[in-house]
Structures are given as C-alpha cells and as structure tokens.
C-alpha cells in the first residue's frame, strides 16, 4: 500500500505539475500580449465555470473513489445525473449570462460565458472515467492525458492572442483542453455507460454527495470570494493585477497541496477500518505535505519581484506585494487539505461541509470589510483568514479523528526551523550581494536549497531518509514503468 500510494503521489504530482506548468506557461506568455483588463475578465469568467462544474458533479465523483460497495449501477447512475444537470446549466448559463455581465459591469462576460457553455457538457462526459482511474491509482493515465491537453489548449491559446484575439484566446485555450480530455478519457478507460439507473442509488450518492457539493462550493468561494469581490468593487482591470499577483500562489498549492492530496483519499479510504494504520499515514502525510510547501511558499515570497519582473514584465510589478501576501496562507491550506481528505476517507463529508462553510464565510466578510482599501488589503484578509481559522479546524477535527496534537507539532517544529534558518541566510546574503534579476533569482534558489536541506538533516536526520528512501521507490516505479 505504501509503495503504491508513493507511486500515484508521484504521478499525481507528475499531472500537477505538467497541467499547472504548462498553463503557467501559457499564463506567461499571454500576460505579455493581453492587458490587465483581459485577464480580468478571464478570472471572472473561471470562477462562473468553476461553480458551474461543481453544481455539475455534485459531490458524486467523491463517492466513486469512496464507496467501498461501489458497482456499475452506481456508476451508470452517475454518469446520468451528471449530463442532465449539464445539459440543465448549458441552458441556464445562455439565459443569465447577461444579467451577470450587468451584475460586474462588463458587457463583454456574456459572450465569453455562452461560449464557455460547452466545458460543462464535456466535464460530465468525462466524469466517471476521471474518478474511476483515481480510485485504481491509476495516476499515470491521468497525468499524460492532462499534459497533452494542457499543451494543445496552450497553443490554441497562443496563437489567438498573437493574431490579435485578446480574451477570445481563453476561451479557445479552454475548450481545447477540456475537447481533448474527453478523448483521452475515453480511450484511455475501458468503462462506458449503459441505459441503466437506480433511483435508490441515486438517493445514497446523493445524500453523501451534497455534504460534498457544500464542501466544494464553500472551498471555492473561500478560494475565489477574494477576486469575486475584487472584480465587483475594483473592476477588470485591478482584478488582472490581483489575478497574476495571486497565480504563483495558485500554482504552488495545485502541485504541492492537491496532488497529495488527491492520493491521500484514495490510500486513506483504504485504511477507514484500520484506525490505527489510518493514524500512522495521517502523521506522515502532514510530514510530506508540509516539508515541501513551507519552504516553497516562503521561498517564492522571498524572490517575489524578480519572479514577477521576469515572468510577467514589468508592468505588472503591482502584482508582487499580491503574491507575497497570498503565499502566507499556503502552509494552512496544505494541512487543511490533509484534515479534509482524512475525513471524506471516514466518510464524514458533513463534518468537511460545516468547516468549509466557516472558511467561506470568514473569507467573504474579511473581504469585503476591506474591499475599500485596495487589492492587497484583500489579499491580507485572505491570509488572515487561514491563520485565524486553522486553530479552529485543528479542535473540529480531533473531536472525529484522535490525532495527537503534540506528535504533529513535534514532526512540524524541524521543518519550521529548517525553514527559518533558509529565509534568514538567504535574505542576509541577498542583501550583502545586490545583483540582477536572473542572478538574485539562482543565487536565492541555491542558497536556500542548501541551507534548507542542511538544516533538516542536522536537525530531523530520519525525515532525509525517508525522502531519500521514497526517490529510490519513486525511481524504481519509473523504471518500471
């Protein structure tokens, strides 16, 4: 079981980290040929598709991955529910596009989202597949059929915007990449739906999935409240600043934090009826989780504006401060993340549902007490969030889940330290040594790395081994593959 949760971390980070790359990629490049108004309008239009993808699936691929009964009725029944409720938002989305448009005032959102209609009709197509190669671990599948799309929606992407499209060339880039998911999904799986449904199914997914839906919903209007209210109170134009600001932050926690967290469900679900094996990965997975994305996040804040001044241009340097502040709320979100996974394993979806919600409305409240004060004020507010709430979670899920608070804490303080001891010499010696952007940004990457991994072997010695001990599984996987 280790060796194979290992294998589909790896791969699961192989998909993070091709997907998120590229697109950062594609980020960058159109960051130089659109304007901050487009990229605006871009983040508006991603947070509508977003909802709607959620409202889509419900909660029910969760239960794919979950339902240790899981059967072809139950799989047939959600591929079903699925494609009425897209079919239902395609129709929805054409009759409302306007009024939303009006509601942020850009005229313009309408016809970016009727054309966007089509993503939720293909999202539903490809549902079951995705959630039935994650059940299998079958991460490898995934991770190639997200870098081929991610690379032909990036060059579709492009080429609009060097013709001159502006914000077309999103919606372009997004329905290429969602066109070809759907045809690797439904080459690489060997399942296909039949005219088969269970209302009695129906109300069991159902009922475990709406605790989810809130979940999901909630998770994304903690995540994306902030640019909701950016878009509202600021326009277009501040959102594309707080959009690019908030990217680099975006990338780091979908490579570093949801592709763990993806295989924590699925390894954790293995181990429900043994609470014993279920602590002992818990403990490890907050390890690797936390090793990982504390020093990446205060790495990134400490070389902020030579990643910005060399990735976007200078134009958007009002995006530096944004990031700096974002990036503060990555430690939490890696740990929240574990807390959530660990509790849709045990199938407490309702307990994962009240957290959420709490987030969200924190999030909301912060945000728009300070949406007066400008787009960093908010990012504060987002940040501030995380830091309040995590204590909060921490009580919540002990009541469910007997973790031992001080077992966490001790396996946390050498990464804390670690991670200090990086931010302050590399800080000191970027100070001393003022150079250009490229040379501050490899001598920050260097320095930091060595102090980091320097510190951590002299202060958790066993922590090294371990990660030394899963490269050569993780070495041994791909070979074999």
């Not at 997907?19 to 239009?45: K, M, Y």
């Not at 605790?211 to 959102?239: E, F, I, Y």
């Not at 469900?265 to 403990?283: D, K, M, T, V």
Request: glycine content about 6%; hydrophobic content about 55%.
């Amino acid at each position: 079981m280790k060796n194979k949760i290992i294998a589909g971390a790896s791969w699961s980070a192989v998909e993070a980290f091709s997907g998120q790359v590229i697109s950062f990629v594609v980020f960058l490049i159109l960051a130089r040929l659109l304007a901050p108004a487009d990229f605006g309008l871009i983040a508006l239009a991603n947070i509508y598709v977003l909802i709607v993808q959620y409202l889509i699936f419900q909660g029910l691929g969760q239960a794919i991955i979950q339902f240790e009964d899981l059967d072809d009725e139950h799989l047939n029944t959600v591929f079903w529910i699925n494609l009425a409720a897209a079919f239902g938002f395609v129709f929805l989305t054409w009759v409302s596009s306007d009024s939303i448009a009006r509601w942020f005032s850009t005229p313009t959102l309408a016809a970016i989202l009727k054309s966007l209609s089509p993503i939720f009709l293909l999202a539903a197509l490809t549902d079951v597949q995705n959630n039935l190669l994650t059940r299998h671990l079958q991460f490898k599948s995934l991770a190639l059929r997200t870098l081929v799309s991610y690379a032909l929606g990036g060059v579709a992407g492009i080429t609009l915007a060097w013709l001159g499209y502006g914000v077309w060339s999103f919606v372009a880039q997004q329905l290429t990449v969602w066109l070809i998911n759907f045809i690797s999904l439904w080459t690489s799986s060997t399942w296909r739906p039949r005219w088969v449904f269970s209302t009695t199914k129906a109300k069991r997914l159902l009922t475990f999935g709406v605790n989810l839906l809130a979940v999901d919903l909630m998770n994304l209007a903690s995540k994306r409240s902030d640019q909701s209210v950016v878009g509202r109170s600021l326009g277009p134009p501040a959102l594309g600043f707080y959009a690019v600001g908030a990217r680099v932050s975006s990338l780091v926690s979908e490579i570093l934090v949801k592709s763990l967290s993806r295989v924590t469900l699925s390894g954790l679900s293995r181990l429900q009826n043994e609470i014993e094996r279920f602590l002992n990965a818990l403990y490890r997975i907050f390890e690797l989780q936390i090793v990982i994305a504390l020093p990446a996040a205060s790495g990134l804040a400490l070389l902020a504006s030579p990643v910005v001044q060399m990735c976007f241009g200078a134009k958007w340097q009002p995006g530096v401060a944004i990031m700096q502040v974002l990036l503060l709320a990555i430690p939490f979100e890696a740990l929240s993340a574990v807390h959530f996974s660990a509790l849709v394993a045990l199938g407490r979806p309702r307990s994962c549902s009240i957290l959420m919600t709490l987030h969200a409305m924190v999030n909301i409240l912060f945000c728009v007490l300070v949406a007066r004060h400008g787009v960093l004020a908010i990012a504060g507010a987002v940040a501030l969030r995380a830091l309040i709430l995590y204590p909060v979670e921490v009580w919540v899920v002990k009541q469910i889940i007997p973790l031992s608070i001080a077992r966490i804490l001790q396996s946390l303080a050498p990464i804390l330290l670690a991670t200090a001891a990086m931010v302050f010499i590399t800080h000191t010696i970027l100070r001393i040594t003022p150079v250009a952007d490229i040379a501050q940004l490899i001598v920050g990457i260097t320095v930091g790395a060595v102090t980091y991994t320097g510190t951590l072997a002299l202060v958790r010695p066993r922590l090294i081994r371990e990660l030394w001990q899963i490269k050569k599984i993780l070495g041994n996987k791909t070979l074999s593959a």
